[in-house]
């Protein structure tokens, strides 16, 4: 399943089947980015990130993907579980700039 | 990863109290920390960022006088709300960031605000 983030804030997607969540962002001079999971009631958890000078950072079972000619971010995440379904926002941070700014989040479910 | 512990996860108060919120970050100094807000299925707000032994910078829009923050070291941040009213029931949270992490910001628990 694909979600394209603004457009399509929820994603529900067959337990073991790929995700694909969607970001797109503004901010041209922005050096790092990093996607959160969110689960009802709690603070974001990290899951993965990545600088401007890469275009693709693999984790566990979750990849992120940089696209800066089209300002795009997007995290895939393989054999998805029940675990998965969460709130998921990505944040992006300019150089020198100390703050998060942060997208408006896809909620994935996971339909077992 | 690094840990943030944020307390207390839920409080109830009398419209018209004033509550404190502590974040504290356990296992790093953490020389900048931020606080946001979150309303029901949005995207988390900054309210103000704080870096150890200086003054808070807010966010425009959000009342310096009524969400006081103070980092008063390294390890603990807090955020009071002031004469709480309904309208600032909401979910708040804070992050830290500092020693070898930083650029990565890693978040607390958040609070539970219900103002009644």
Known sequence: GESVGLHLP???VQEGDNSIINCAYSNSASDYFIWYKQESGKGPQFIIDIRSNMDKRQGQRVTVLLNKTVKHL???IAATQ???SAVYFCAEKGSG???LTFGTGTRLTIIP | GAVVSQHPSRVICKSGTSVKIECRSLDFQATTMFWYRQFPKQ???LMATSNEGSKATYEQGVEKDKFLIN???LTLSTLTVTSAHPEDSSFYICSARGGAMNTEAFFG???RLTVV
Do not use: I, R, Y
């Open chain 1, 10 to 12: 929820t994603l529900s």
């Open chain 1, 74 to 76: 997007s995290l895939q």
């Open chain 1, 82 to 84: 029940p675990g998965d």
């Open chain 1, 97 to 99: 700039n100390e703050k």
């Open chain 2, 43 to 45: 995207s988390l707000m």
């Open chain 2, 71 to 73: 980092h008063a070291s």
């Open chain 2, 109 to 111: 628990q958040g609070t």
